[in-house]
């Protein structure tokens, strides 16, 4: 556990400087993101606890780049004590995010609960939420508009001739979601889910201070997504897949990692030692190409954006490089019932 942290701790201050703030939550690497895509994936693992950090970069060769970090913790608790096989799994995940000229930053703080229903031997149900105050803020000094253009340049003295009545706001943010994972003897683990970001629909404007004067309330944001893995052993495959549309935009990322194992994780220790790579597709244009290892049941993972898409020209074909690092651990003795799986 010490090791855990530590490793969670250095990669933290290694990337403070360049991370510290942070845009909208966006993660090539989703299946390492769980409690942002799913509440209901909270505590939906094989073991005792979770943590894990995640941090990107992208549109570095175009403009400011936009920057995130998250880390996030998650656990199983009470467990038989709400049914046989049942048990609630209970976290938290926070974010930082810069994104663009202006430096508009994003905070945002998460609590997330599921319920974990065992239906059979192999299949559980699981539903959850996820509760949360997001805050935003602006540096207007770092832009400029088209009123400020004095025939030969942009300056800054000149009235922006922008009606904002405020440079940063908050508001409370809710998430819904359900998933259902199966087991196939011992083969194949797989997980599938869907959730509702923005459910509670909260306003969102630097000029309004309600929907009257704008259309700044957020829309809903439905994710579905699948993850899972098929043991080969001592080699894994892991096809995942995740489609989230919000308002007139969508997004779809798909691929799979490929793990060899040359030590397997289980449940009596915390030995493991593997190497992965992966290849995925985001269908509004890039393919993403990743590489890791895992050692002592720390998995971490690097992967680059390559933009093949209209914005290709202008990025060089540079999008964003992003890593994570998790870890999955047990307080005591393997309990004699099934978990959900971990990814």
């Not at 175009?62 to 709400?82: I, K």
């Not at 971490?300 to 999008?319: E, H, K, P, T, V």
Request: overall charge negative; charged content about 15%; proline content about 3%.
């Amino acid at each position: 556990m010490k090791k855990v942290f530590t490793v969670l701790i250095f990669g933290g201050l290694f990337l403070g400087k360049n991370w510290v703030y942070a845009q909208d939550l966006h993660f090539s690497q989703f299946y390492c993101s769980p409690l942002s895509i799913n509440p209901a994936l909270t505590g939906n693992f094989n073991g005792d606890y979770r943590v894990g950090l995640n941090a990107r970069s992208q549109w570095a060769a175009v403009t400011v780049p936009y920057q995130t970090l998250s880390v996030y913790g998650d656990m199983g608790v009470a467990q038989d004590m709400v049914g046989d096989n049942n048990w609630i799994g209970i976290g938290t995940s926070f974010f930082l995010d810069r994104a663009g000229d202006g430096e508009l930053r994003t905070i945002k703080s998460l609590a997330h609960v599921a319920f974990h229903k065992h239906l059979n031997d192999n299949i559980f149900l699981s539903l959850g939420a996820g509760f949360g105050y997001i805050q935003k803020s602006i540096d207007l000094t770092q832009l400029t508009f088209s009123s400020q253009w004095d025939g030969i340049g942009f300056d800054g003295n000149i009235n922006n001739l922008e009606s904002f009545e405020k440079n940063k706001f908050g508001y409370l943010d809710v998430s819904s979601g359900l998933a259902l994972s199966f087991l196939m003897e011992d083969r194949f683990i797989g997980t599938i889910g869907a959730s509702v970001q923005h459910i509670n629909r909260p306003l969102e404007s630097f000029y309004f201070t309600d929907n009257n004067g704008g259309n700044n309330q957020l829309g809903y944001r439905p994710v579905i997504h699948f993850s899972s893995d098929i043991n080969f052993s001592p080699l894994h495959v892991y096809p995942s897949a995740m489609f989230t549309m919000t308002k007139k935009t969508n997004e779809m990322v798909l691929g799979a990692n490929v793990g060899y194992f040359m030590q397997e994780p289980n449940d009596d220790d915390n030995n493991s030692m593997g190497v992965f790579s992966g290849l995925w597709y985001r269908t509004t244009g890039s393919f993403i190409v990743l590489v890791g290892f895992e050692m002592s049941r720390v998995r971490l993972l690097l992967n680059y954006d390559l933009d093949i898409g209209q914005l290709a020209q202008f990025s060089n074909s540079r999008n964003g490089f992003e890593l994570s690092i998790s870890h999955v651990g047990s307080f005591r003795e393997p309990p004699g019932r099934l978990y959900c799986p971990r990814f």
